[in-house]
């Protein structure tokens, strides 16, 4: 994969990280941090959803442990992620751990989905994976310095997410061998949405569905 | 905010949010990952997307106007463009141009 095509893949990542990281980087400021701070949080932690709830327990004076423990309710959804990677990830060198460190909601879709053929796979993935922590680093970085002075009107470019998430949705039904899965998470994830409380309804959801996986095993694989 | 307390938090928060991503690499690194494991790899993913779709639509007010409809006709747009044309990048820039005219121009 050249480095154009691997530009091609991320830039739907990239319109909803440099606005999400905007936002990130303005409401930091808000909060009268310096913008320093927004540049060594994207760089360590990257973690969209995770940034913004340190921001929230920032501001609240919570402790050192509280934070640390919401931070890791909050992110643990990543270890399906992980799970999903395994026998990927195996054959890579130490390298592999940037990858790890980097496994974000997005960047995990594009690596399930991204064909790349195997003898350069760890190149490829190394570099969406770095190509998308510089879009959230550059957002976060210029909504910090100058959130507020952006003249174009960009309210509603996030959608670029949830347009990345159907898309994907509709590949991995394509790929995938069982198709049953798929409409399972449908009624899942709508149920979820309905039912389980917004901040908990990925984790709650993401538990619900491997609980399924499992126990239905046999009638997932019965037919198709 | 003192900065002592923010680089305390940056830290945990660091340590906290890679816990959650190594741990399955970790777990694997010696043991052999079983059937059931390698039925979950081949299978959660496409779970995991479809849920994201969901999770990504969560705070929209559904019971209160414009219910959603922006949402839901950019999911849409999504979805055709791409069972149509097969084209990722084509289906999520003009699904989110959609959305960006109809919440900022139209509802």
């Known amino acids: ?224 | 905010m003192e900065s002592s307390y923010l680089i305390g938090g940056i830290i945990i928060a660091t340590c906290a949010t890679y816990a959650t991503r190594i741990i399955p690499f970790l777990w694997f690194r010696t043991r052999e990952p079983s059937a059931l494991i390698k039925y979950i790899e081949l299978n959660m993913p496409v779970m995991i997307m479809v849920i994201l779709v969901f999770y990504a639509l969560k705070d929209v007010k559904w019971e209160s106007y414009p219910y959603g409809i922006a949402e839901l006709i950019g999911v849409a747009v999504a979805i055709g463009l791409h069972i149509k044309f097969k084209n990722a990048l084509l289906s999520i820039f003009l699904a989110t141009l959609v959305y960006m005219v109809l919440i900022q121009k139209i509802l």
């Not at chain 1, 974000?104 to 490829?124: G, H, I, M, Y």
Request: glycine residues 6%.
């Open chain 1, 1 to 224: 994969m050249n480095f154009m095509a691997l530009i091609k893949l991320t830039i739907p990542v990239m319109m909803g990280y440099i606005p999400l990281g905007m936002a990130f980087g303005l409401l930091l400021s808000k909060l009268l941090i310096p913008w320093y701070y927004a540049l060594f949080m994207s760089v360590f932690i990257f973690a969209g959803s995770g940034q913004f709830l340190a921001l929230t327990l920032f501001a609240s004076q919570a402790t050192i442990l509280e934070i640390g423990i919401a931070t890791f309710l909050l992110n643990l959804r990543h270890t399906f992620y992980g799970l999903s990677m395994i026998s990927t990830f195996k054959e890579f060198s130490w390298k592999k751990h940037y990858l790890i460190f980097g496994l974000t909601d997005e960047t995990f879709a594009l690596l399930k989905t991204s064909d790349v053929p195997a003898d350069n796979r760890e190149k490829a993935y190394l570099w969406i994976t770095f190509l998308n922590q510089c879009y959230w680093i550059i957002g976060s970085v210029v909504g910090a310095i100058l959130g507020n002075i952006v003249p174009f009107n960009y309210e509603g470019i996030e959608f670029s997410l949830t347009a990345l998430f159907v898309v994907l949705s509709i590949e991995l039904y394509k790929k995938n061998k069982l198709h049953k899965p798929f409409f399972v998470a449908l009624i899942i994830g709508l149920f979820g949405m309905v039912i389980f409380p917004p901040q908990k309804m990925l984790i709650l959801s993401l538990c619900l569905a491997a609980f399924v996986l499992i126990v239905f095993k046999r009638s997932m694989e019965s037919g198709k």
